[in-house]
């Protein structure tokens, strides 16, 4: 059975759990792209809309990373994944957006939601979270 490839974008600013999250996708079969901040992603993103190389299946992002019009730290690393994925909708990009945090406060969760993403999973990604994820958007 010939199966097209799935095509990741990681976003992840942590080494270690960039790390972890690749070994989980590639073992899975899936293409993955990494970046590590939010401006990186919506660049990643863009470059495919524009370039013509397809849109991602999938975006894999952290709910809090440093760097999106110079945010660092604190509340504002969550405000920089949210900019991003505004971003990344006002391109018309309707690829699902899955947040993966060890911080799953019900509060930013759903502000998280309401930015525009699609769903939530909780740190670490494994093998079985994973298959949860591709078979609610219809990837498995």
Same mark, same amino acid.
């Given at each position: ?25 590639? +073992? ?49 690393? @969550? ?10 909708? +006002? ?6 957006? @899955? ?42």
């Amino acid at each position: 059975m010939d199966r097209r490839r799935i095509r990741v974008l990681l976003v992840e600013d942590e080494e270690i759990h960039r790390v972890v999250a690749r070994v989980v996708l590639r +073992a899975a079969g899936v293409e993955v792209e990494e970046a590590e901040n939010g401006a990186e992603a919506v660049r990643h993103v863009r470059e495919r809309v524009t370039g013509g190389g397809g849109a991602y299946d999938l975006i894999l992002t952290d709910k809090q990373m440093p760097v999106m019009d110079g945010l660092e730290s604190g509340r504002a690393d @969550v405000r920089a994944c949210m900019q991003a994925t505004r971003q990344i909708r +006002a391109m018309g990009v309707v690829t699902p957006i @899955v947040a993966v945090s060890s911080d799953s406060l019900p509060s930013d969760v759903q502000a998280f939601i309401a930015a525009g993403a699609n769903d939530f999973a909780p740190k670490p990604l494994t093998k079985e979270k994973l298959g949860h994820i591709l078979a609610k958007f219809g990837l498995a």
